[in-house]
């Protein structure tokens, strides 16, 4: 089965920029899906984006729209979030996740997860 690592996370003042990765190993990753979720403190885990196995339907939540981007390169077994705009609110630690489903927003739908990768962005 999959396994996932996330990397990127890190400290950046408000409206700077970072990029996670999300490297995939031990199982076919054109079969997932893949998405990003985030919790900060003392909050539930909260949906980011998704992407499908070819990266051609991507989904976001409405409060990173137009900020984050995320994408895949199979080549690589890799899904990145480039997140810019940056703000305090976004601090939380985020997790990406892979379903073999074709796209999905919630949680239940994906059976792998990462660690998660840290956050933080100061005002």
């Known amino acids: 089965q999959v396994q996932l690592v996330e990397s990127g996370g890190g400290l950046v003042q408000a409206g700077g920029s970072l990029r996670l990765t999300c490297a995939a190993s031990g199982g076919a990753f054109t079969s997932y899906a893949i998405a990003w979720f985030r919790q900060a403190p003392g909050k539930e885990r909260d949906y980011i984006a998704s992407?499908?196995?070819?990266?051609?339907?991507?989904y976001y939540a409405a409060s990173v729209k137009d900020r984050f981007t995320i994408s895949r390169d199979n080549f690589k077994n890799a899904v990145y979030l480039q997140m810019d705009g940056l703000k305090p609110e976004d601090t939380a630690v985020y997790f990406c996740a892979a379903g073999l489903i074709n796209i999905a927003t919630e949680q239940d739908d994906y059976d792998h997860w990462g660690q998660g990768t840290q956050v933080t962005v100061s005002s």
């Open positions: 992407i499908n196995w070819n990266g051609d339907k991507t």
